[in-house]
C-alpha cells in the first residue's frame, strides 16, 4: 500500500507565497512522476505541475514563472513553491504520483488535498 500526506497551504494575500510539501511513503519500487493539482470550486481538477524522477518539469502556463516545483529522490518528497499568489489561484490542491509496485504494476495515488485560499 502507497501513500501520499501533503502539508502546508492556508490562507495568504495576493502577492504573497506559500509552499506546499508531499511525502509518500509505502512499498514500493518507483515513483515517476511525482505532481500536483488543483480543483477551485465548480471547476474540473487541473494540473497545476509535475516533476519526473530525472528533474524535468512540467507547468499549467497560468503558474509559468511564479511557481517551482522540486523533489527529493531520497526522501520522496515533492514540493511546490508558490510565489505571486493571485486569488485565482484559490483551489484544494493535490499531490499525485505514479508507483511502481512489485509485480510491476503502476499504482496512481492522490493525496487528501490542502486548501489554499489567497484574498485579494
Known amino acids: 500500500q502507497v501513500q501520499l500526506v501533503e502539508s502546508g497551504g492556508g490562507l495568504v494575500q495576493a502577492g504573497g507565497s506559500l509552499r506546499l510539501s508531499c511525502a509518500a511513503s509505502g512499498t514500493f519500487i518507483s515513483i515517476n512522476p511525482m505532481g500536483w493539482y488543483r480543483q477551485a470550486p465548480g471547476k474540473q481538477r487541473e494540473l497545476v505541475a509535475t516533476?519526473?524522477?530525472?528533474?524535468?518539469?512540467n507547468y499549467a502556463d497560468s503558474v509559468k514563472g511564479r511557481f517551482t516545483i522540486s523533489r527529493d529522490n531520497v526522501k520522496n518528497t515533492v514540493d511546490l513553491q508558490m510565489n505571486s499568489l493571485q486569488p485565482e489561484d484559490t483551489a484544494v490542491y493535490y499531490c499525485?504520483?505514479?508507483?511502481?509496485?512489485?509485480?510491476?504494476?503502476?499504482?496512481?495515488?492522490w493525496g487528501q488535498g490542502t486548501q489554499v485560499t489567497v484574498s485579494s
Open positions: 499525485n504520483a505514479v508507483f511502481l509496485v512489485r509485480g510491476g504494476r503502476w499504482v496512481h495515488q
Open positions: 516533476i519526473s524522477s530525472d528533474g524535468s518539469t
